[in-house]
């Protein structure tokens, strides 16, 4: 599973040859290192033999959705082909429904979903906030993580997957969540730990870490 908007970083500072100061940098995956565009902040003052832990982004978010595992269908209303079960939300193609659940949501706010599709044959399935005027994302046909972000307007209460009529698949692992200004943006990077003494003279580069952020 991914972190929702961040990423934590856990640094071991050696005590021999112990650097002043650390500087992180956060690529996007597979990019090359650039030290003066992906520098996070200013670098970060540490002690010898210290453990840092570093937080990049917005590590207060939650996932608003209940029972995002599929555990059982008490917290959903399960549409027309929908069914759950084993700890996942299927849908038999056929007919066109929605699995969804009440959200609270604020008008103006973007909210950010997570969900991984575990099995696809065929067909559609898509994102949307409804009540009122509907907010649909993308429509997905493979397998996989699927990243999104949704902007609530005026009477939205539900958040749904929308199936179309062939949509044959299997979902598992949902996740909403309220996105902040100070989020990191949602993918996969790459984090670098650059050792620097007191006359900001870089030692080599540590890494890539590479976390998943929802």
Same mark, same amino acid.
């Not at 970060?44 to 590590?59: C, F, L, M, P, R």
């Not at 973007?110 to 099995?119: C, E, P």
């Not at 299997?170 to 996105?179: G, M, N, R, S, T």
């Given at each position: 599973?991914? =972190?929702?908007?961040?990423?934590? =970083?856990?640094?071991?500072?050696? $005590?021999? +040859?112990?650097?002043? %100061? *650390? ?17 996070v902040?200013?670098? *970060? ?5 210290? /453990? ?7 590590? $207060? ?12 269908d008490?917290?959903?209303? $399960?549409?027309? +082909?929908?069914t *759950?079960?084993? +700890?996942? #939300? /299927? ?6 429904? /929605?699995?969804? %659940? ?8 973007t909210?950010r979903?997570? !969900?991984?599709?575990t099995?696809?044959?065929?067909? $559609? @399935? ?15 046909s493979?397998? +996989?993580?699927? =990243? ?10 539900? !958040? ?5 009529? #062939? !949509?044959d698949?299997?979902?598992?692992? =949902?996740?909403?969540?309220?996105? /902040?200004?100070?989020? @990191?943006?949602?993918? %996969? ?6 050792? %620097? ?7 080599? @580069?540590?890494?890539? !870490?590479?976390?998943? *952020?929802?």
């Amino acid at each position: 599973m991914g =972190l929702l908007g961040y990423a934590t =970083l856990t640094i071991s500072v050696p $005590t021999a +040859g112990a650097p002043s %100061q *650390i500087q992180i940098y956060r690529v996007p995956a597979g990019n090359p290192l650039d030290r003066e565009t992906h520098a996070v902040g200013s670098p *970060i003052i540490v002690a010898a033999g210290s /453990t840092v832990s570093y937080i990049d982004g917005d590590g $207060t978010r939650a996932n608003l959705i209940n029972d995002s595992a599929f555990n059982s269908d008490t917290e959903w209303t $399960t549409g027309d +082909g929908w069914t *759950i079960a084993g +700890g996942v #939300a /299927t849908h038999a193609p056929g007919t066109a429904g /929605t699995l969804s %659940q009440a959200l609270d949501m604020e008008f103006g706010k973007t909210y950010r979903t997570a !969900f991984t599709v575990t099995d696809i044959f065929a067909g $559609t @399935v898509s994102p949307r906030l409804t009540g009122g005027t509907d907010v649909s994302g993308d429509a997905v046909s493979s397998a +996989g993580l699927v =990243l999104d972000r949704l902007t609530a307007v005026s009477g939205n209460t539900e !958040f749904t997957l929308d199936a179309a009529s #062939a !949509f044959d698949g299997a979902i598992d692992d =949902l996740i909403v969540f309220l996105e /902040t200004a100070t989020c @990191v943006d949602a993918g %996969q990077w790459d984090y670098w730990v650059e050792p %620097q003494n007191s006359e900001n003279i870089a030692g080599p @580069v540590s890494g890539p !870490f590479v976390v998943v *952020i929802f």
